[in-house]
C-alpha cells in the first residue's frame, strides 16, 4: 500500500534577488505545485519559506482530517518522523557540552540491559548509525508485529535486551539504524532523570519559544491541532493509517511549520546550545 502521510515542508530560500523584488512569481509556483493536494479530498502539507531568518511566504494545502475536512494550516501540528533524530542528537549534544555524558563511553555505562557484544559500542556510533546494532522496525515486523500496531518504548527495549549478534563491528560501517535513536533516548532519561519529552521541553523548546512542539511518547494522548495520515486506496481516495507509536528517540516529534522556522534559525544564531553544540 502506498502512504501519504499529511507533511509538514519546510522550504529554505537563502538570500536571493527574487523575493526582494517580487513575490507573486514564487508564491504562484509554490501553489501550483500542491494544487493536486489542495482539496477537501485529500491530505496535505504545511509550507514555509524563510529568507534571512524570517519567515516570508506560510501557508497550508489540502486536510488535516478527511472525516472532518479540517484545512491544514501554518500552525497545524505534524507527526515528523525520522527528523525527530536531530532534536535527539541535539539533547545528548547539551548534555555532553555540561560534562554528563561524553560522546566516546561505551553506552552500557548508561544502558547496562545491552547485551555484551564483546565490541564496545559508544554513544558517537549510535548518534552515525555505525553502532552495527539491529533496526527496531524490522525487528518488530520479523516477530510478527504490524508497524500500524501500538509500539512502546518498552517493545524496543525488550529487542534490544534480546539481541546475541551484530550486523557488523562498530564503526566499521554505516546502516541507518533507528534502534540507535531510542537508545539515545533512553540515555538522556538515564543520565538526566527526564524523559526525552521533559529534557526536550526544559532545554530546547521552551528557551527557542516552540510552544507547539513536543515529543509524543503516549498515542493516546490528544493533541489539538493535530494533523493525521492516511493511505491511497483505488479510485483516487484514502483510508486512515493510524500513527500508534508511542517511542521516542528515533521518531515521535509532533510540530508546527512555524516552530521549525525557530528551530532552524537556532543552527545560525546558536541561541541555545551556543555555536560549540551547533
Not at 51 to 80: C, R, W
Not at 107 to 124: A, C, E, M, S, W
Not at 199 to 211: I, N, Q, R, S
Not at 228 to 244: A, E, I, Q, R, T
Amino acid at each position: 500500500m502506498k502512504v501519504h502521510f499529511t507533511l509538514l515542508l519546510l522550504v529554505i530560500l537563502f538570500s536571493t534577488s527574487c523575493f526582494s523584488q517580487s513575490t507573486k512569481w514564487i508564491t504562484d509556483k509554490i501553489d501550483a505545485l500542491f494544487t493536486p493536494w489542495n482539496k477537501s479530498t485529500t491530505p496535505g502539507a504545511a509550507v514555509a519559506v524563510i529568507k534571512d531568518g524570517k519567515v516570508i511566504y506560510k501557508k497550508g494545502y489540502g486536510m488535516a482530517n478527511l472525516e472532518y475536512k479540517q484545512p491544514i494550516t501554518p500552525s497545524s501540528i505534524f507527526h515528523i518522523a525520522s527528523e525527530s533524530k536531530q532534536f535527539t542528537a541535539f539533547c545528548i549534544v547539551l548534555l555532553a557540552k555540561e560534562g554528563t555524558v561524553h560522546l566516546d563511553d561505551n553506552i552500557r555505562k548508561y544502558l547496562p540491559y545491552v547485551p555484551d557484544f564483546g565490541r564496545t559500542i559508544t554513544i558517537r556510533h549510535l548518534i552515525y548509525h555505525t553502532s552495527g546494532l539491529r533496526d527496531q522496525y524490522q525487528l518488530l515486523t520479523m516477530g510478527g508485529q504490524r508497524l500500524t500496531d501500538v509500539m512502546e518504548q518498552e517493545d524496543i527495549i525488550k529487542l534490544v535486551e534480546r539481541q546475541k549478534e551484530l550486523n557488523f563491528n562498530p564503526g566499521s560501517r554505516h546502516i541507518y539504524c533507528n534502534i540507535g535513536y531510542t537508545l539515545l533516548a533512553e540515555i538522556v532519561e538515564k543520565v538526566s532523570g527526564k524523559t526525552l519529552r521533559q529534557y526536550a521541553e526544559d532545554h530546547v523548546f521552551k528557551p527557542l519559544g516552540m510552544t507547539h512542539t513536543h515529543f509524543h511518547d503516549d498515542n493516546r494522548e490528544i493533541v489539538a491541532g493535530r494533523t493525521y495520515s492516511y493511505g491511497s486506496v483505488d479510485g483516487g481516495k484514502f483510508n486512515n493509517y493510524p500513527l500508534n507509536y508511542a517511542t521516542t528517540g528515533a521518531t515521535g516529534l509532533f510540530t508546527t511549520v512555524e516552530d521549525e522556522v525557530k528551530w532552524l534559525n537556532n543552527y545560525e544564531t546558536g541561541q541555545v546550545g551556543g555555536k560549540e553544540a551547533i
